[in-house]
Every structure is written in C-alpha cells, then in structure tokens.
C-alpha cells in the first residue's frame, strides 16, 4: 500500500523543481538583452552629436555625405579608454586623394558657406595618435597632420587656417603650429606661399639637415596621446584662436581676414623668403585677402605625408614608405596618420549663411 505521506512529499518536491525552471527560464531573456543593451554600438554621431554640420570624405577619396550612424573600420570609427568615448580618423601615407590634392585625407567638411564678417565658431579636443614613421626630414610637412581648417569655396579656394601637428621619429614631444595660406592677387594662383606660427614646440620652417637627421625635439611640445584643445572665433573680420592644454601655456592668436599684411614684396617676411623662394613661390596677396569670399570649418586628419618625390617640391612632397598603396603594410608600419577627436562644437550664425545654400569644396 502506498504511503501518502510519501505522495505527497514527491508531488511537493516536483512542483518546487518545476517552478525553478520556470523562474531561470524567464531570467535568460532578460540577462540577453542587458548583454546586448550593455555592447550597443557607440557611432561618430553619438559621441559628438553635429555630423548634420558635415560632409565625411574618407582616406579611400570617397565622399560619405553627413555621417549620421556610420562607421569604417579602415578609415573612422569610434574607440574609448579610460576618459571615455572617442572619435577615430585615419588616412594613410597613400591611396585615393581627394580633388586636386596630393594626400589623402578623413576629414569633414562644413556643408554651409560663410563670410569673414559672419559670427562663427569651431572648437575641438582632440589627441593625435599616430603620424607618418617615414619621410624627408627635410621637407617641411613631412611627418605632420592637420587637425582642422578654414577653407575658402571662392576664387582660388585657398585656406586662411590650417591647425598641424608634427612629430619627428624617435622623439617623444612634437609641434603645434598654424598656418595662413596668402589669398594670392591675380589670376595665377601657383606662387601662393603658408606662413607658420608656432602655438607649442616649432613651427612649419624647423626641419632636419639630411633626409634622416631631425632637429632638437621641442621642450614645450605636445606627446603623442597628449589631450589639446583649439577654438577658431570668426567676428567681423577678424579670426581669434585659442589653443589650450593641460600642462601648458594657453596661447591665443588674431589675425586679419579682410585686410592683407602682405600686399607688397616688401612685407613678405623672412621665414616665407627661405622656405617657399626657392621653390618659386613669391606671389603677394590681394588687398582684402579674403573678403568677398565664402568660407566653411574642415575637421578631421588630413595626412600631409606622401610618397612624392622630394625633388617635385621641397616642402610638400615628403618621400615616405607608401608600398604602392597597399593600406595595410602602411597601417602595419606606422605608415599614417591618426587623430582622435573627444569633442566638438560647430556655431554659425544662420543668417549669414550665403544664398547659394550647401555645397561641399575638396581641398
């Protein structure tokens, strides 16, 4: 005869059992979609959320058009470390440029046109990562990247700012410099000429004696990995630039936009006498610079090392390792450049925009 007590004490035991399952059964759900809540792809446009300002023009030469929820695993992407979510761009030594330009680029540019009397603002922190591990010491722009610009969309569609920074191998510090771009007067734009001003470590015109020997590396340069900071201010006329960063003396800058210091030979200074006569760039620049014209931000990495010869141009053409631009042998060897940007802001006020309305220039 069968003990009742016994029954029932199995029929208890099961049904505890079962309702265990049941509850483990309902936490694998929800465990599952923490997991996919927790590794959610973070994109360009969720870390700094104004890529509707832009146009992307990728290291491959291709135009992406606003970057809204994209990526690219060669060429932009975002990473984090221990201060959060960053913005990843990459251009190697070699590939597809972009326009007429001889290096490659990942870079944004600003969809609307402005005018130098219109009240804009750009400012980014950011951190370079890599630059080219060969080239010309010899050549000025050799080792270098431009981390952001003021871009012209007129005339000769020349550049009133461009942002470097410059690391020499084996050297922990590199350079920050910017650069004026002259508005050449007349039609011929080819003796056009940059002047450097250095914000930390050298400028443009420091370079090494032979193809492989570099200068003394900079006491007040900034390291590979280092966090600095610039804002670009545009108001009536005048261009203002800050630059800061932890550790270091803040710099600020003002330049004239609309009327030239460098109308006449007689003021065209020493350090473009040296650097860009003996390549045949003398021109002078027109009396309301640039005036008249529209102008737009750029942002990103813009490689200023290539695999041109030397002997083409002495300040531009660097010589670099480029293996016939195969993209991976140059990222294997160092053979980039890489800038991480951590934050941006874009301000231009609305009804300076020009009436032609959007457009996107290359160079």
């Not at 020499?168 to 056009?192: L, M």
């Not at 021109?283 to 990103?300: D, N, Q, S, T, W």
């Amino acid at each position: 005869m069968k003990n009742p007590q016994l029954t029932n004490f199995v029929i208890f035991l099961s049904l505890i059992v079962s309702l265990n399952s049941c509850k483990n059964s309902d936490k694998k759900p929800t465990e599952t979609n923490t997991e996919k809540e927790t590794s959610k792809k973070a994109y360009a446009s969720d870390v700094i959320p104004f890529f509707n300002h832009w146009n992307l023009i990728l290291g491959d030469g291709s135009n992406v058009g606003p970057a809204v929820n994209f990526e690219h695993k060669d060429y932009f992407y975002t990473s984090t470390d221990e201060s959060g979510n960053w913005v990843v761009f990459k251009s190697p030594n070699a590939g597809d440029t972009h326009g007429t330009s001889n290096n490659t680029r990942t870079e944004l540019a600003q969809l609307k046109k402005w005018s130098a009397m219109t009240d804009a603002k750009l400012s980014a922190t950011l951190k370079v990562m890599n630059v080219s591990a060969t080239g010309d010491a010899r050549v000025a722009s050799t080792h270098s990247v431009v981390v952001g610009q003021i871009h012209s969309a007129d005339l000769h569609e020349n550049e009133p700012l461009k942002i470097f920074y410059k690391k020499f191998p084996g050297q922990t510090k590199g350079s920050v410099f910017w650069h004026y771009e002259i508005n050449t007067a007349g039609e011929d734009n080819s003796k056009r000429w940059d002047y450097s001003s250095a914000v930390w470590g050298n400028d443009f015109s420091v370079v090494g004696t032979t193809e492989n020997t570099y200068p003394e590396e900079p006491e007040d340069g900034i390291a590979l990995g280092e966090e600095f900071s610039y804002q670009i201010e545009i108001k009536a006329g005048m261009m203002h630039l800050t630059f800061t960063s932890n550790g270091h003396d803040t710099k600020t800058f003002t330049k004239n936009l609309i009327q030239s210091e460098y109308s006449k030979p007689s003021d065209i200074p020493q350090q473009t006498q040296d650097l860009f006569f003996p390549i045949g760039q003398d021109g002078v620049e027109r009396e309301i610079a640039y005036a008249e014209e529209g102008l737009f931000f750029k942002l990103g990495c813009y490689n200023q090392t290539n695999g041109k010869s030397p002997e083409v141009n002495r300040n531009w053409c660097s010589g670099a390792e480029t293996f016939d631009g195969d993209l991976q042998k140059q990222y294997e060897t160092g053979n980039y450049a890489e800038v991480w940007f951590k934050t941006g802001d874009i301000l231009v006020s609305e009804d300076a925009y020009s009436n032609e309305g959007y457009f996107l220039k290359n160079d």
